[in-house]
């Protein structure tokens, strides 16, 4: 057992039960958990925490009977990487992990839930090499954070947020949406970020940044075995200061079949690097689709105002919500809203249906987004005061939790300045 101990109270679970957009646990790795529960009720929130994204990569198991049945376990069986154990509050804490500490394997970490909140008995459990103490009741965040606290540095839980922007239908607009919102993380947050285009055949980030790279996310999908951080940074194609392209290589000879975890390394490694990455997932309804819509940290979907468009983003809504019951809920935005001549279904209704209001609604205005899509820019380049443009940082805010960077002053001769250079 090792000596990196900290307490929760039950304010701070309560807190925690609903996570702030400034909370990021990041994901835990293929470790293996056994749980030794004494009630029902912590046993049950062990399970859900279980199925929580971000211990998808862990084997959970649980069983009843404390800390009696963890001593038991291990007298002839290897110890997991991590040990949840309740303690019954009439039993001797101290002299049962003592005699865990027998038969307990070097290297393994042990997380206890107890119901007593003493600081003498807490600084006893750190003496013992205890990583975690929670005080019951227990919610399914806080043991999932518990246990992914574990295998992060606290100073890097900021790092690896992955936004995921989806289609309720194509041609929507989600691609030119999700470009526009990583410039806008990317130069008025200036937040470090990677756009990663997952629509291998037919992506249009190159052409919208005005890139063409020559490597891009295939020749990581196709070697996963090669995936670390120097490969995906020779992969990475520079857009500006703070964000680099994942380009898709937009060709079809190839037939692009994944299975279901075949981007989990590309992820995996872009969050040990990346502040921010915005996935750009095409529209359709795979296994590897699903995955990373429910691994991403928030979720944007994209819709326009038609039936269609409402049927399908209150499914993807109502599933991903479901999928991702300790996160907060996806995010959705109204897109080409305004059509001359065209019914829509306005932005009441479809909060009505989803139970949620839209972010922003986009208006139509097909001349700038147009020329926007043909000259290889964003709206923020060719207007910077645009509605849109507006509209994009305040989506990225609320992805990312942050408010706008204030951009230094200049001197009051800088106008002059720049007219002379000008000319």
Known sequence: MISYARQ????????????????HI????????????????????????GED??????????????????????????????????????????????????????????????????????????????SDYVIAPVVPIKIVGSICGLFSAPEARAVGRIIAVVGAKGGVGAST???????????????DSVVADLDLAFGTAGLDYNQDPPQGIADA?????RVDTAFIDRLLS??????????????????????TEAFDSIFDTLRTTMPCIVLDVPHQWSGWTKRALVSADDILIVAAPDLANLRNAKNMYDLLKAARPNDRPPHYCLNQVGVPKRPEINANEFAKAIESPPVVSIPFD??????????????????????????????AQRMTGRGETKKPRGSFIAPFLEKLRAK
């Open 8 to 23: 929760t109270s039950e304010d701070e679970q309560t807190a925690a039960a609903q996570p702030t957009p400034e909370e």
């Open 26 to 49: 990041a994901p835990a790795p293929r470790v293996s958990v056994q749980a030794f529960c004494e009630t029902v009720e912590t046993a049950a929130a062990v399970q859900a925490a």
């Open 53 to 130: 994204r971000r211990l998808d990569k862990a084997h959970l198991k649980i069983q009843m009977g404390g800390m009696a049945a963890a001593i038991e376990a291990y007298r002839s069986a290897p110890t997991p990487n991590v040990i949840i154990l309740e303690t019954d509050p009439r039993s001797d804490i101290l002299a049962g992990l003592d005699q865990l500490a027998t038969v307990c394997d070097a290297g393994t970490r042990v997380i206890v839930i107890g119901r007593v909140n003493d600081v003498t008995l807490y600084r006893e459990l750190v003496r013992r090499g205890v």
């Open 177 to 191: 949406i999700a470009h526009n919102v990583a410039w806008a993380i990317a130069r008025d947050l200036a937040l």
């Open 221 to 225: 999908v196709f070697s996963p075995d």
């Open 238 to 259: 520079k857009c500006t200061d703070h964000l680099s392209l994942l380009a898709a290589p937009a060709t079809l000879e190839r037939v692009y079949d994944f299975g």
């Open 366 to 395: 097909p001349q700038i987004f147009g020329a926007a899509a043909n000259n290889g820019q964003m709206i923020a380049e060719i207007s910077a005061n645009h509605r849109a443009a507006e509209m994009f940082l305040q989506i």
